[in-house]
């Protein structure tokens, strides 16, 4: 088939929210991007040059999208949400089993077609939870990864590929990078359905309550995280990439609030007065927040845009989903 011969990219995951604007910063910079997903995005139309439908954890749909050297590649496919998903135990075996399906059928593919380095987008929750039991104090830095004991099934499938990327860096050559995000979140994500992350589940709550009322919040919202905007993310995942150093390395931001802060500054963005009605659910770890003194270090950058800016924008685009719902 006809093919620029510009940068080529190609993005695994392409449908999912960080995806979708990972693929938006590399057409920015002039790549030809294929992207890959079992679905399109869900808020906008895709910016790929040539995307296809199909299911990694399918071998031969792996071989047949990777059929070629591409100057980058990021695998940011898996099966993941936010705590309703992830905490509850009904999804282990499937999140376990089709994650590290895609990532063995990534990396095999991608060793014999010479590629040299695939970008991989891990998480802050292959964290020991023992590390993160006060909520004013989380330790996660990159060297406190073990001895392990995530929180999680998808945290020990996350540490789990992390070692295969690296096991491929040591025995066959291959320059592969990894990062651990921590809480991506920003317009054009999961706001609904139980998959959503907790910035969204927020937004939305209170853009559909009016003032003076009360919203869920699970747990007693003294856990503790940080948010990262999806702009400094791809920042991040770039920097990155086009590095010489293989991390792991947090991506996330080092502006720590507790879950009661959250909603008290997006009440505050919406203009409205919120209660909180606190009830029992999956909470994870009480405290977690990104070390950033390695990302700082090694490439001389680091997140650093407010978390209201992000929220700001995150808010407006969710109560405009809300309201065109409700319409």
Known sequence: MAFDQNRTALVLGAGGFIGS?????LKREGFWVRGVDLKFPEFAPTEADDFVVGDLREQQLVRSVIDRRFDEVYQLAADMGGAGYIFTGEHD???MHNSAT?????????HKRNIRSVFYSSSACMYPAYNQEDPDNPNCAESSAYPAAPDSEYGWEKLFSERVYLAYNRNF?????????????????????GKEKAPAAICRKIARARSGEAIEIWGDGLQTRSFLF???????????????FEGPVNVGSDEMVTINQLVDLVADIAGKTIERD?????????GRNSD????RERLGWRPSQPLRSGLERTYDWIERQVHRNAA
């Not at 604007?21 to 910063?25: F, I, M, P």
């Not at 606190?278 to 009480?286: A, N, S």
């Not at 950033?292 to 990302?295: A, C, F, S």
């Open 21 to 25: 604007h990972l693929v938006k910063r």
């Open 93 to 95: 075996a499937d999140v």
């Open 102 to 110: 895609i990532n063995l059928n990534v990396l095999d593919a991608a």
């Open 173 to 193: 050559g291959m320059q592969n990078r990894v990062a651990r995000f921590h809480n991506i979140y920003g317009p054009e994500g999961t706001w609904q359905g």
């Open 230 to 244: 999806i702009d400094e993310c791809v920042e991040g995942v770039l920097r990155l990439t086009r590095s010489d």
């Open 278 to 286: 606190h009830i029992p659910g999956p909470t994870g770890v009480r």
């Open 292 to 295: 950033n003194r390695l990302i």
